[in-house]
């Protein structure tokens, strides 16, 4: 590569060659700016400017005496010398008819001879330095290597050549004419690796890991990282499936990027962990596997850290902790595949727990120690505060992680009682706009039908620090809190029966609730957006809702039901208890009841 393909590519990187001789400040002179609600103009002083700098290069004490004409003149003559030496056709001249249009590479054909000519004039006899040399060469390989690889038509040459055979399902050599279509797919999609990477060791095992490794985690473009993903769980899945001797190997290489290369890409791993998550989803056999391989520990030491203790620190942010959806869905795979029954309590009975998050009719994995350790022992701790702490910070669906939490309470007395304190603690300590799927944790719970059903519910009211203890405590210095209680008792009492029940014991608790909620409409305004939400908002006080208006009806109409069952106390026609009958009236087919799919009392208010 000569100099003249160097030569503007190389001057950017030699700034210790030239030194700034002149600079000319433009300030920008006072203007009449015009407003359209002022009829007279409004003369301001701009007060932004700009600079030109001039420099001159110093030259070396080794280079060639220069001729008496500066290179610029030279130079300049040179680019007049080949304009004027354009041929140009003498019938036509430029006032009589327009010029034609130039060619776009005129100008840099014009530089290029400019150039040239300046080389064989001896104007450029200066040589670069060899490591300014090597790194413009390797940065013009690279563009013209991404040039020609990032062709959309090279990739649909490539995308028909594969696709030849995927018609031929008749054809006797079929499978092995797909197997070849699928490795040119696979040579031609993973290898574009920057040019400087180097096979690691393990020959093709180590390349494997690379390449893994780059567009997996420290790609940038997340569509790329969901395709790689995508691929890697469909290989598990067929490796599985067919007994592949490879799989091991694979699965293992997989894991092992948790100890260095996840934690280095922690911002990019949700693409990593949902490799695993749907392939834990397929049922028993993944989980199996996954276990084999120590899965479920290593993923534990990522997320804890080698040797958290309770009263640690956590090992990542918040905002880190918000990847790690597709992390904490595995987990709870695993468990729900896993058979807990040696860590009850107390016998179902009549009672039968449905997971809808198992999907498989193969029988329950046996407990595995990781699993133990981490549920149901106190070194597990940590992993149920990061639970708790899951269920403020996640945004996407958390139904299999309240799942597991529910399958392992199940006829447990000791895992519900410490599960119901952290829950409880999250209700005391965490912002009002966190609370949402804790209260849909708790809820789920206490709605479980076993044994213990009872004494959850008791546990969770009455117990220090319980419901109603908090509901009194933050009703004046934390309206959106105690709001969000008095709403999840009205939800519980529609939704599980026994806890309706429960409630008819604490009619002056209920009552205090409905009058507090009745005071709270009176006393503020609608609130101006119709998207504010009492649960999901970071407002610091109480908003007056439909959806609170709609909790304080049902409120109502459960005291109201519950008074006229006992002591057969009528209405005293306030609007709340015209809401009351009215709701009472609709049944509960009704709607707006609470719970339903059709439920106005959703998270965000209309």
């Known amino acids: 590569m000569n100099s003249s393909e160097l030569l503007f590519t190389a001057v950017r990187h030699m700034p210790d060659t030239i030194t700034p001789s002149l600079r000319i400040d433009v300030a920008a002179p006072a203007d009449a700016v015009y407003d359209q609600s002022n009829p007279y103009p409004d003369v301001r002083r701009r007060y932004w400017n700009a600079y030109m700098l001039f ?75 060899a490591s300014i040399y090597q790194m413009v060469r390797d940065e013009n390989l690279k563009f013209m290597r991404n040039r020609d690889v990032y062709n959309s038509d090279y990739f649909n040459f ?43 060791p393990g020959g093709h095992r180590g390349e494997g890991r690379e390449i893994t490794r780059v567009c997996l985690l420290e790609c940038s473009v997340r569509e790329v990282r969901v395709v790689v993903a995508s691929i890697l769980e469909k290989t598990l899945e067929s490796a599985l499936h067919f007994g592949d001797p490879g799989l091991d190997n694979l699965t293992d290489a997989l894991l092992s990027l948790l100890d260095k290369d996840v ?98 009719s193969n029988p329950l994995l046996p407990l595995h120690a990781d699993i133990l350790a981490s549920l149901f022992t106190p070194e597990g701790q940590p992993y149920l505060l990061e639970v708790m702490f899951a269920m403020r910070e996640l ?77 009194h405590q933050s009703n004046n210095v934390d309206s959106r809190r105690c709001y969000q209680c008095v709403k999840f008792l009205v939800t519980l009492a529609q939704k599980c029966a026994p806890a309706k029940d429960y409630f008819k014991d604490l009619s002056g608790h209920w009552s205090w609730a409905v009058q507090w909620l009745q005071k709270k409409m009176t006393e503020h305004y609608w609130t101006p957006q ?52 009215r709701s009472l009236r609709q049944g509960s087919e009704s709607p707006m009841m609470l719970g339903d799919s059709k439920s106005d009392l959703e998270d965000v208010d209309p």
């Open 395 to 471: 945004s996407g669906p958390l139904s299999l992680l309240i799942e597991m939490v529910t399958y392992s309470s199940y006829c447990n007395e000791p895992f519900s009682l410490g599960v119901l304190q952290l829950l409880k603690t999250q209700l005391e300590t965490a912002p009002p706009h966190e609370l949402k799927n804790v209260f849909q944790m708790l809820q789920e719970l206490l709605v479980m039908e076993d044994p213990l059903q009872a004494q959850r519910l008791k546990y969770a009211f009455e117990s220090e620090k319980g419901l109603l203890a908090l509901m």
């Open 263 to 360: 934690p280095e890409n922690v911002k990019n791993c949700a693409q990593y962990f949902s490799l695993f998550s749907n392939f834990a989803q397929r049922g028993c056999g993944p989980c199996q596997l996954l276990l084999k391989h120590s899965a479920y520990r290593r993923m534990l030491i990522f997320l804890l850290g080698p040797n958290r203790q309770n009263n640690q620190n956590r090992r990542w942010s918040p905002a880190q902790a918000r990847e790690f959806l597709h992390l904490h869905s595995t987990l709870a795979l695993i468990t729900l595949h896993s058979d807990l029954s040696p860590q009850r309590t107390q016998a179902p009975g009549g009672f039968k727990l449905r997971l809808s998050g198992v999907t498989s």
């Open 55 to 129: 420099y001159q290069k110093i030259s070396d004490q080794n280079s060639p005496v220069l001729p008496k004409k500066s290179r610029v003149s030279i130079m300049r003559q040179e680019a007049e010398d080949l304009t004027l030496s354009a041929p140009s056709s003498p019938d036509v001249s430029p006032q009589s008819s327009p010029r034609p249009p130039r060619a776009n590479n005129d100008r840099l054909t014009l530089l290029t001879r400019l150039v040239r000519k300046g080389e064989k004039k001896g104007l450029f006899v200066e040589k670069m330095p």
């Open 158 to 200: 490539a995308l028909s050549l594969a696709s030849v055979n995927a018609t031929k399902l008749k054809h006797p050599d079929y499978q092995p004419m797909a197997k070849e279509s699928l490795q040119l797919a696979v040579h031609f999609l993973l290898p574009h690796l920057p040019a400087h990477q180097k096979e690691a």
């Open 530 to 581: 119709s998207n504010v939400s009492n649960e999901t908002s970071t407002n610091k006080t109480f908003q007056r809702t439909i959806s609170a208006q709609d909790t304080l009806a049902y409120a109502t109409a459960l005291l109201n039901e519950k008074e006229q069952s006992g002591s057969s106390n009528g209405s005293d026609g306030s609007p709340a208890n015209e809401n009351a009958d």
